[in-house]
């Protein structure tokens, strides 16, 4: 490994300080999209275990839920970077959402599918 590259400690280092910038600028749609990655990778982890994938244990569904839950921790990084990508993307939709919502009107009742252009 040459010197110039930087350290596994100093890359992570690095993925945080991102990860909180983007917490303090994006808030809780970062937050949100974290969180929808989380119970999504859990959810579809869980159902793939139940379907196929065998966990030769006594303790049943709770096995299942355990070793969801442990490959959901093997994909942090992954969906560190993927929360990075798609916060801001998800935070422009929010805001054209809000912008497309008329004027004294809940913002959650703006339609969906409305096409900016």
Do not use: C
Not at 71 to 88: D, G, M, S
């Amino acid at each position: 490994m040459s010197q110039d590259a930087p350290s596994l400690r100093t890359r992570l280092a690095a993925l945080s300080t991102r990860v909180q910038a983007l917490t303090e600028e994006y808030g809780a749609v970062a937050l949100g999209v974290w969180m929808t990655l989380f119970i999504g990778t859990i959810a579809a982890s869980y159902s793939a275990i139940k379907l196929g994938f065998q966990v030769e244990t006594t303790a049943g569904s709770a096995s299942t839920l355990a070793a969801a839950y442990g490959f959901t921790l093997l994909t942090k990084p992954a969906r560190a970077v993927a929360t990075l990508a798609l916060t801001p993307i998800v935070a422009r939709l929010t805001r054209r959402r809000h912008a497309l919502a008329p004027q004294g009107a809940d913002p959650a009742q703006a339609p969906v599918d409305v096409d900016p252009n």
